[in-house]
């Protein structure tokens, strides 16, 4: 191997650890010599594959030795102090690192080849049928996809000036988000801005104003004020030299970036344009949108309306995702969050699918009918009390607040919400809302809120079309007037955080707040279906027509889960509790490792520890690249 991903490994070449460092070595004289970045190259191609990999070239050929020697010398002089490079028996390179005291493939950084495709760390190798595959030094991992290249450029971007004409029925033809300043997400194919605008582009002036500065809601409006021609100001964004995959998922500098001033963290949001859609209709694909496909990107929609976009390869796990969220959202109490996939297409806005946290994003995209699923991050395992995760963290009572708002709106707890406790829960948030925006709750009216904010926001939609609109606003106005006698105070109010766990306290009396069914193989010619939340603990309901759950256990009475496969389609649950109870159900594949995944989630809340789970995986019928062996 050479400075850069070194020569293509054949599948039958042996992939040996370096050996370790030499203490006896001296260190390169200190520095490096001017125009290292260009002499590397003409090293790298010159040394060649051939003088460098095949250890049987270099024994039976001395003048290759006297080079390999030579390239080494010159090679020595330019790594920096500290480090030396050697060749192994089998005349492949490695570099010793004399302050650290180790030894491995990869050169020192600043010694990597800039004019090459590969980002550092990565080499190209060939399988046994004969097919591309690459080696992730730093992971240790391999790999069918080819690693986004990069290619480099000491001039930075320039500003350019695009003039775009609006389509009657394309508007400009591209979708804005994020802000200071507001970038351009997608471009629409056949649009007017194709050729004149690309996905990255920061928006710098509106028709010769600067928006580098200016709120993303700010620079929207003067786009759309303008009826037939708009002027843009663009620039790419500038690359630093970045080195492997571009992805959102964090690296340890950027977690303790982001703890140091996590005020300033900030979501790229999928704003409405001249009439495009806010979010795609799938996590997989663009679906409607005359966009190009992105490959290998997930979009996980958040609770506040943000998405963010995540591209991964085949070693991104969901929990790989999952983590990357929480630390970009701050919260502390991580055990509460999941991703959950919902069929867009499905009538049921209830039918939430729990991902397990160790499957690769990868091959949940393959699944069949991956383009209707749409991916979020959402509370799964509620907390038994709502007091107690405002006092752990503030941030996750914020975010589950915002989901169980949704949730009412969106009608996903129908037809258990009555009426009278949606509206409850509708002044409740209005009441909260109000504060948020700096308006006196003492003057809060329907009408205010209906002017300001609009019913629906509050409202589930059922109750707006199904009620009439002065009955609507008398119970809601009554609703207002009982969050001001909360209190026992007629001179106090309910603050933003009173009303949010007034509201989820409301919510928890739900029988399906936090809960999971999961309907079992009948065995016995009675349908069965299994109960799993923080209320109700694990539970069945026996029958059609039973609708009250008869208690099994309480969730921190479970001891141990196995779940073995019996064929394609089923597989078996076996259950264990304390002290020494066992119960067994037959469910289908999905539902038997989510139902797993659901009771290991709720007991880490109630023990405080891991639930110990066997599980007998699916196996992997894809192809995989072959093993990282060094």
Known sequence: ?????????????????PPSPQPQLGAPPPGSQPGLTAYLPLLASTAGPSSLTSSSSASSTPPIHQDVSRYLDTLQDMLKEGWTAHTAKDGRLYYCNHITRTAGWLPPIENWVQTIDLPYGWEKAIDLKGQPYYINHLNKTTTYEEPERYHYNDSPPEPR???????PTLGFGFVAGSEKPVIVRFVTEGGPSVHKLEPGDQILAVNGEDVKEAPRDHVIQLVRNCE????????QPQLYNAVGRKSTLLSAGKKAKLKSRPIRVRFAESVCVNGAPLFPPSAFSLGDLCV???????????????????????????QDVVTSLRDKLC?????????????????????????????????IAARPGAHKLRCLFRVTFVPVSAAGLAQKDLNALDYLFLQCCNDVTQERFAPELQPEVALRLAALHMHQHALANNISPAKLTVKTVEREFGLDRFVPASLIDGMKRKELRRLL??????????????????????AKIHYLDIISGLPSYGAKCFSTNQRDGVERVLLVSPRFGLSQIAGVRNTVPQPICNLEDLTRVVVTRDDDVSNTVTVFINPDRVITFSMEDRDACEFAIVLAGYYRLMAGKELPLEQEREPTVEEIAPPYLS
């Not at 000036?161 to 389509?167: Q, T």
Request: aromatic fraction near 4%; include cysteine; charged fraction near 15%.
């Open 161 to 167: 000036l695009v003039v775009l004409h609006r389509s």
């Open 228 to 235: 037939s021609t708009v002027s843009l100001l663009v620039c």
């Open 331 to 363: 919260l502390t109490a991580g055990e509460h969050f999941s991703l959950v996939l919902e069929h867009v297409k499905s009538l049921k806005r209830n039918k939430l699918t729990l991902l397990d946290p160790q499957e690769t994003v990868a091959r």
């Open 1 to 17: 191997m050479l400075l850069q991903p070194g020569p293509p490994l054949s599948a039958d070449q042996s992939q040996q650890p």
């Open 292 to 318: 190009p496909p992105m490959a290998n990107v997930l979009k996980v929609f958040l609770e506040n309306g943000q998405t963010k976009s995540f591209k991964y390869d085949s070693t991104t796990t969901v």
């Open 477 to 498: 106005g009554h609703f207002l007037k009982l969050n001001s006698q909360m209190t026992g105070s007629s001179t106090k109010m309910l603050t933003q955080l009173q």
